[in-house]
């Protein structure tokens, strides 16, 4: 169990300082491990946000920050651009309809809201971005949000539609992790079976990590981090064939996690990827190393427990991580 210290915030309120106790070498939920304890520093990075959800680097040096900025349907989500050194920010977008994924590329800020991706041109420079422009409207999903964006190979990028069901089966489109491709507008399935593949990350040689929420009220499944080798249109399963099961023509996860505990945020720091978990207020590590497609699922390690609601994650080049918390309003950095 981690005890957190209370938060002793500076005269500024730029940085503080926590400390999270995790159990050193603690198998992953649900089962037993060592008792022992090592401190797992914490620092306070950015203070002072409203329902942060990602968090991306933009351009100039700056972080990118998408937050709710109020309640989660009352459309007045914002993308904030950081200066983390200088310890300055502004609002370069708002009235944006739950924004929960931001990405920069070349000129460009394109951001997923509720129902599709939205775009407007922006250098850094300017106090703020330009004319917003529907790229994507009416993607179908489930009742709620479409998760993150993230970029595949320097000119394209990931985005989902969330899962929902037509007599049983998932509904046109739904489902699906797709490649954008900004040049001409189109998109490329490259996995379906997929309820809520809420955060995505891309490894050196190409392959896509995907976390997966099972997201069901009743009989919830267990939730998952899946891999997609690139060339490939992936089934994942869902909905008729859970991830602690195995079904023919369907890839086996990574890892696996207990129903509802909602992984939201992944990033992978050498061979161990990082995951957030955002119901259960933990930070696992489940190492790639030596696992390839068909293999048996990797018992996570749990890091860290008693984070508030751990959104996006973000590596740095410093081998630290980057936490949106969703409901302090903190980006925290760590050194797993």
Not at 95 to 123: C, E, F, N, Q, Y
Not at 127 to 146: K, M, Q
Not at 188 to 216: C, P, Q, S, W
Not at 317 to 322: A, E, H, N, S, V
Request: charged share 15%; glycine share 14%.
């Amino acid at each position: 169990m981690i005890r957190r210290r209370p938060l002793h915030r500076a005269v500024t309120g730029a940085t503080a300082a926590l400390t999270f106790i995790a159990a050193a070498g603690c198998a992953g939920d649900g089962t037993s491990g060592p008792t022992t304890t090592t401190a797992l520093a914490s620092t306070v990075v950015v203070d002072g946000l409203d329902h942060p959800t990602q968090i991306a680097d933009g351009p100039l040096g700056l972080l990118l920050v998408a937050q709710l900025a109020g309640d989660e349907n009352a459309a007045t989500g914002e993308i904030l651009a950081i200066d983390v050194t200088a310890g300055t920010r502004r609002v370069v977008l708002d009235s944006l309809d739950k924004p929960t994924g931001v990405l920069w590329h070349d000129g460009v800020l394109w951001v997923m809201v509720r129902r599709g991706i939205v775009r407007a041109p922006w250098t850094g420079n300017e106090r703020t971005a330009g004319p917003v422009t529907v790229a994507l409207d009416g993607l179908p999903f489930n009742g709620r949000s479409e998760g993150t964006l993230t970029p595949l190979d320097g000119d394209t990028f990931l985005y989902e539609t969330t899962g929902t069901l037509l007599d049983g089966l998932a509904a046109p489109g739904s489902g699906t992790l797709w490649v954008f491709d900004p040049a001409d507008g189109s998109s490329r399935a490259v996995a379906t079976g997929l309820k809520n593949a809420y955060g995505h990350v891309v490894l050196g040689d190409g392959r896509i990590l995907t976390t997966e929420i099972g997201d069901n009220v009743t009989n919830a499944p267990m939730e998952e981090v899946d891999v997609i080798d690139p060339g490939t249109t992936a089934d994942l399963g869902w909905p008729g064939c859970p991830g602690d099961t195995t079904c023919s023509g369907v890839v086996g996860p990574l890892a696996l996690f207990p129903a509802s505990s909602t992984p939201t945020g992944i990033a992978v720091i050498g061979d161990d990827v990082f995951v957030s978990l955002f119901v259960t207020g933990r930070l696992l590590r489940v190492p790639l190393e030596g696992w390839a497609t068909g293999a048996p699922p990797v018992a996570p390690v749990q890091i860290a427990d008693g984070l508030h609601g751990p959104h996006s994650l973000l590596a740095r080049d410093d081998g630290t991580l980057w936490i949106s918390e969703h409901l302090t309003g903190q980006i925290i950095s760590v050194r797993p």
